[in-house]
């Protein structure tokens, strides 16, 4: 059981590259969500699904999408990287909303140059 | 609206003497409080969470928190530091129907030997 795991850990990207970073969760969890963590703050919310076929934007969607096509799989996709996406990446998975535990990945740090 | 406020965003404590992380909540129904735990270059950890049980909360490593609706508080403790404690900690507010977790800005625990 290894919980949510994220790929790559690290990534380099010139200014108006497109990726992917995947996301993956093997706990059967409906709810799978993408964060942002900037440097000295909280987390913020990307993009949440609460099922296969189903995403909605959280806080921040701007430059991002996702789909979701496997209750396993989450990934979220850059586009046309900006430095303002300079950050650190997390997936989070639950069973269902409000009290349930988050469970988070290792995250996947992401610097646009 | 719902919002976290630590009051501290640095803790120092010596290893041995007791730990206090404060959290401050605003929120309009009744709330679900969680306290996360980042130790560096990790994922997020959940350490404990209300949810409208009992106001004293225990968590993992020794770690409690109690819930003071009065006061609109919601402080970490632990009555004596270990140096495996150094981290960064997060106090974490949603409403019980809810996806979204709003993030405090974090608070770091030095803890010196």
């Known amino acids: 059981n290894a919980g949510v795991t994220q790929t790559p850990k690290f990534r380099i990207l010139k200014i108006g590259q497109s990726m992917t970073l995947q996301c993956t969760q093997d706990?059967?969890?409906?709810?799978m969500y993408w964060y942002r963590q900037d440097p000295g703050m909280g987390l913020k919310l990307i993009y949440y699904?609460?099922?296969?076929?189903?995403?909605d934007k959280g806080e921040v969607p701007n430059g991002y999408n996702v789909s979701r096509s496997t209750t396993e799989d989450f990934p979220l996709r850059l586009e046309l990287a900006a430095p303002s996406q300079t950050s650190v990446y997390f997936c989070?998975?639950?069973?269902?909303?409000?009290?349930?535990?988050?469970?988070f990945g290792p995250g996947t740090r992401l610097l646009v140059l | 609206a719902q919002s976290v406020t630590q009051l501290d965003s640095h803790v120092s404590v010596s290893e041995g003497t007791p730990v206090l992380l404060r959290c401050n909540y605003s929120?309009?129904?009744?709330?679900?409080l969680f306290w996360y735990v980042q130790h560096p270059n990790k994922g997020l950890q959940l350490l404990l969470k209300?949810?409208?049980?009992?106001?004293l909360v225990k968590g993992i490593n020794g770690f409690e928190a109690e819930f003071k609706k009065s006061e609109t508080s919601f402080h970490l403790t632990k009555p004596s530091a270990h140096m495996s404690d150094a981290a960064e900690y997060f106090c974490?507010?949603?409403?019980?129907?809810?996806?979204?977790?709003?993030f405090g800005s974090g608070t770091r625990l030095l803890v010196r030997p």
């Open positions: 989070a998975s639950s069973y269902s909303s409000g009290q349930e535990t988050q469970y």
């Open positions: 706990m059967n969890h409906n709810y």
């Open positions: 699904s609460v099922g296969a076929g189903i995403t």
């Open positions: 929120s309009s129904y009744s709330p679900s």
């Open positions: 209300y949810t409208s049980a009992a106001t």
């Open positions: 974490v507010v949603t409403e019980s129907s809810s996806y979204k977790l709003i």
